[in-house]
C-alpha cells in the first residue's frame, strides 16, 4: 500500500510568492486546534515549550488539523533527542526546535530528525504514525525528506552564531523569537526595544546570506508588518490564549461598568 504524507513547511516556503502567516495553538484544546486549523492562516504551531500540551494533546490536535489545508508545526520543549523522536513518530513533519545558540546545537537538532547513519533517530516506523505504520512506502530510507526541521535564535549569542546556524545542512528554516531575544540583551519585556530589533534584523540578513528562509514572532499587528516589509518569509502574528484573553476581556470592559470591574478586581 502507497500513501503519500502531506508537503512540509518546507515545501511551503519553497513554493511561496508572499510571506506565511501563522499562528500559536497553546491551549490543548483539539476543538480550539480545529477552530484554528480552519482560520486560512497558512501555518498553525501546536506549542509544547510554553503549554501544557502533551504527546497525547499533540498527537489528537495533528490528527484533527490534518482535515484542513494550514501547515502544522510542533514547537518540542528543547532539543532533547527521546522527545523529538517520539514527536515525529506522532506523525509531526514539521518540528520547531527552541533555544538553538550555535551551529553545533544545530547540528545535533538535525541528527535527533535522521536515521543512521545520517543521524539517531530511533527506528520505530512500523509501530508509529509517522509512517503510517509502515504504510509510506520507503519511509525509512527517505524519511528526511518527510521532515522538515526549523530551529529558533532566540539570544544575543544565538545572533552573533546565525549565519552558521542557518548554513548547517539540514536546517531548513531559521525563527527569530524577540521575547527571549529581548531578555537575554537586557531588555526583558521590551521586544520592540531598538536593539533588539536591530538584532533581528541582523539575523534576517544572516539567514537570508545563508539562503535559508526566515520568520519572526510578532503579536503586533505593525510590528509584523514592519517585519514582512523587512524581509521575513513567514510571522507568527497571534496566538488562540492571547486572542481569547483580549477578546474576552473587551467583552467585560463593553458590558461591565468599569467601577463594577475595578471592585470586583479588588477580591
Known sequence: MSLRLTPTFRDRLAAASRPLIGMWACTGSPVMA????????????????????????????????????????VRVRWGDLVEIKQVLDLG????????????????????????????????????????????????????ASHVSLTVQVETAAAVEHAAEIAAVDGIDAVFVGPSDLAASMGHLGAQSHPEVTAAVHRTFAAVKAAGKPVGVNAFDPAVAQGYIEAGADFVAVGADVAMLARASEALAARFIPESDRAQRDSY
Not at 45 to 54: C, G, Q, T, V, W
Not at 101 to 114: I, K, L, M, N, Q
Open 34 to 73: 480545529e477552530i484554528d486549523a480552519g482560520s486560512g492562516l497558512d501555518w498553525l504551531l501546536i506549542d509544547m515549550e510554553h503549554s501544557a500540551n502533551s504527546l497525547q494533546s499533540v498527537l489528537v490536535q495533528l490528527q484533527v488539523v490534518a482535515a484542513y489545508p494550514i501547515t502544522p508545526l
Open 92 to 143: 509531526a513533519q514539521n518540528l520547531l526546535v527552541p533555544m538553538v545558540s550555535s551551529a553545533d546545537e544545530a547540528r545535533a537538532a538535525v541528527a535527533a530528525t535522521r536515521y543512521p547513519p545520517a543521524g539517531v533517530r530511533g527506528v520505530g516506523s512500523a509501530l508509529a504514525r509517522s509512517a503510517r505504520w509502515n504504510r509510506v512506502d520507503g519511509y525509512l530510507g527517505d524519511g
